[in-house]
């Protein structure tokens, strides 16, 4: 929620950011959010890129605040609260943004992700943290293991 329009690199899709402790990473984006940023920005050059709906009705820091409209910075638990309302009436939702991270990791270890890439996609600095985001279904190792199975190859 910390970033910036002007810190989005829109055409190589990537941003930097701050995580947890301080460390800076870059983040990368594929072509469905590349399609929806330039919407959700609205033309807008600077300031906070993701913003509550409504004026800040409190005073904030001006780097929290869109200068022309004085929409405020979206804060994580409005996102979270908006992302369960839009989750509700989906198969086993509403879900909160802590599974969506949990998910999104688990299908990138289940689809092959080393570890290096799946600690450089969450942030993670120690295997230990990330085993418990990263679980990969008996079905997904049962694919995994078929695939190398050199009896299965020969045919």
């Known amino acids: 929620m910390g970033l910036n329009v002007e810190e989005l690199d829109l055409r190589n899709r990537r941003a930097k950011v701050r ?3 301080g460390a800076v ?3 990368v984006w594929r072509t469905p959010t590349a399609r929806l940023l ?3 920005l609205e033309g807008r050059r600077a300031g ?3 913003l509550t709906d ?3 009705r409190l005073p904030l820091p001006p780097g929290d605040v869109e200068v022309l409209s004085g929409q405020a910075r979206l804060s994580y638990r409005r996102a979270a609260e908006l992302f369960e309302t839009a989750t509700a009436n989906l198969t086993g939702g509403p879900w909160t943004l802590h599974q969506l991270r ?3 990791l688990t299908h990138a270890a289940e689809d092959g992700a080393n570890t290096s890439t799946l600690l450089a996609y969450s942030g993670h600095t120690s295997v230990t943290s990330l085993a418990r985001y990263a679980r990969v279904s008996p079905e997904a190792l049962a694919r995994w293991q078929e695939a190398r199975d050199p009896a299965s190859r020969r045919g």
């Open 25 to 27: 990473d870059v983040i």
């Open 54 to 56: 409504r004026r800040a």
């Open 48 to 50: 906070p890129a993701f």
């Open 102 to 104: 949990h998910s999104a």
């Open 38 to 40: 330039p919407r959700l």
């Open 19 to 21: 995580r947890k402790g």
